[in-house]
């Protein structure tokens, strides 16, 4: 199954579609969440569209029978897909009691544009009965047709001696990463907008759209002025320690009602605070989450930032072990880990009782002192870890000690 995009009509598969198939294969009921303009539609719409019937609550009359009568809706024996579904959350109770009576995989397929399990007005979650798989905005090998996500299920399959080979053998190419931070991911100005110009152009209407109809799904916000202030500061802090106190002070809002916002934010898909990596070692680790987006282009159009800033790469990074892991067949979780006395790795991976830490550079030539925290870590979890990566924008992958790789970041996603 294929998406297609651009003006080329060059093929773009996303990397969700097999677990999204799975997960109908299993469950009476799939949701698809995520950012709005992320494909969801897209994609839904294209997964067994002659078997499916299909409807979406943007349109009024269809809202309106969700509303009115919603059990009329969702019966029959054909499989549906109802798209944005969080405009009448109450609609999933219906949802579920039709599940009840006869239950069948893929009998729903459902898409909303906010997490519908954070959100206040939904008291249905469906528990048992459905799959919730998030879609995130488009990653570099999509938006280069290449299908599969990054390769970190394979780092931790291949033993590290093998990971330089593993990684020359993958189709990718050299690419200008501040480039790519500035379209981000959302399909339409990645891939069908040509400049920085009309990009802008779509992302303010994006931002107006969500600010004046999607938010107003979730809360009732009246002070837009002060909602878009704390979007700026939030994005001008991607890769930072959210202190949310003081993110508060510096735009002068409330502490509740900002720390309302930033839910708001997370539940849209858009904000994403990375939880610190807990553990029960002799160091004092810090715990506050760090603070990325779910589109370095959106980020940037926020921020009013022209030139990309090395946690803008480090988002970019996050952004395709996000893909990776909400669509991988293996659990996966990604933590930054920090000290009191200010070491830091920027990202680990845990998956299956094993750790693989990851640091971030933007410069092309990697020092030994850039790999200086990575070895503390390695060196505190050896028993669990065995090599790191120091990703770098050069162009040739090294080991520059015993158990760190310094690879260039276009190799890996």
Known sequence: MNIIHGMNERLHPRVAIPSLERRLRVMPVAVVTGARQTGKSTLVQQLGSEQRRYVTLDDLDVRSAARDDPALLVDGPQPITIDEVQREPELLHAVKRAVDRQRRPGQFLLTGSANLLLMHRVSESLAGRASYLNLWPMSRRELHGLGPGGIWERLFETRPSEWIDLLRSEPNEPEDWRALARRGGFPVPALQLENDEDRAIWFDGYVRTYLERDLQDLSNISALPEFRRLMRAACLRVGQLLNQSALA?????????????????????????????????????????????????????????????????????????????????????????????????????????????????????????????????????????????????????????????????????
């Open 249 to 413: 002070r510096d735009i002068s809002l409330a502490q509740a009602t900002a720390f309302r916002y930033l839910n708001l934010l997370e539940t849209s898909f858009l904000f994403v605070r990375l939880p610190a990596y807990a553990s029960n070692r002799t160091k004092r680790l810090v715990k506050t989450p760090k603070a990325y987006w779910s589109d370095t282009g959106l980020a940037m159009h926020l921020s009013q930032e022209t030139e990309p800033r090395g946690e803008h790469l480090e988002n970019m990074v996050l952004h395709d072990l996000l893909v990776w892991r909400d669509c991988g067949t293996t659990r996966a979780e990604i933590f930054y880990w920090r000290t009191s006395n200010n070491q830091e790795v920027d990202f680990v991976i845990e998956q299956a009782g094993r750790l693989l830490p990851i640091e971030v550079k933007s410069g092309a030539t990697p020092r030994l002192r850039d790999a200086r925290h990575l070895r503390v870590f390695l060196d505190e979890y050896q028993d669990i870890s065995d090599a790191g990566l120091l990703l770098h924008d050069g162009d040739m992958p090294e080991w520059i000690a015993p158990n760190v790789l310094a690879a260039p970041w276009w190799m890996l996603i």
